[in-house]
C-alpha cells in the first residue's frame, strides 16, 4: 500500500533528461546535416533559402543549449502530492496547483515517450486560474485529442514526460491515483 499521509515531491532526474537530450541530439544531427547538403545542392539565388540552411544547421544545437540550461536551473520538484492537491512544474507546462476535485482522470500512456496524461473537470476554469501563457500548450494538447482519439492514443491535456522522473510514469499514476481517491 502506498503512503498518502505524509506530501510526496519528487524532482527532476536531471541527469537522465540530459543523456536523453543527448541520444536525440545524436539521432538528429546526422538527419539535420543531410537536409542541410541537400538544400546547398539546390541553386539558391535568394537571401531566404541560404539562410534557411544555415538556420537548420544551428536549430539543434542551439535547442538543446537553451534546454538544458534550463534543466540544470530547475529548482522546484517536477510533482508534489498533497492532501490538498497536486502541484505540478515539468520543463514545458508549469501548470502549478491543481485541487484533486479538478482532475477528472488520471493515466500514464505512450506517444514516443511515457507519459502520465492527467484531464480535467473543467479545464477553462483552469487554465483561467494559471492565465494564457502557463495555459498555452495545455490549450494546444486540448486542440489536438480529438485526432488522437481517432488514432486511439490518449492524451491529455497536462503530460508530465517519464524522462524527467527518477520512477516509471506507471509508478507516478499509481501514486497520483491514491492521494486523489484518499483525499477526494
Not at 501548470?95 to 492527467?118: H, P, Q, S, T
Request: with cysteine.
Amino acid at each position: 500500500m502506498l503512503n498518502v499521509h505524509e506530501p510526496l515531491t519528487i524532482y527532476t532526474d536531471i541527469s537522465k533528461a540530459l543523456r536523453k537530450m543527448r541520444l536525440r541530439l545524436l539521432f538528429l544531427s546526422p538527419l539535420m546535416v543531410v537536409l542541410f547538403v541537400m538544400l546547398s545542392v539546390l541553386p539558391t539565388h535568394d537571401v531566404f533559402s541560404s539562410s534557411l540552411r544555415w538556420f537548420i544547421l544551428a536549430e539543434i544545437p542551439v535547442l538543446y543549449f537553451i534546454m538544458s540550461r534550463s534543466l540544470k536551473k530547475q529548482s522546484k520538484p517536477i510533482v508534489s502530492l498533497s492532501s490538498q492537491g497536486i502541484t505540478i512544474n515539468t520543463l514545458c507546462t508549469r501548470v502549478g496547483f491543481l485541487r484533486w476535485d479538478e482532475i477528472k482522470d488520471v493515466r500514464a500512456y505512450n506517444l514516443l515517450y511515457r507519459f502520465v496524461g492527467i484531464t480535467l473537470h473543467d479545464p477553462g476554469a483552469v487554465y483561467n486560474r494559471i492565465g494564457l501563457k502557463r495555459s498555452y500548450l495545455m490549450r494546444a494538447n486540448e486542440l489536438v485529442i480529438p485526432l488522437y482519439k481517432l488514432l486511439r492514443i490518449p492524451v491529455a491535456p497536462i503530460n508530465i514526460p517519464q524522462e524527467y522522473l527518477p520512477m516509471s510514469a506507471d509508478e507516478l499514476m499509481l501514486q497520483i491515483e491514491a492521494y486523489r481517491n484518499f483525499y477526494s
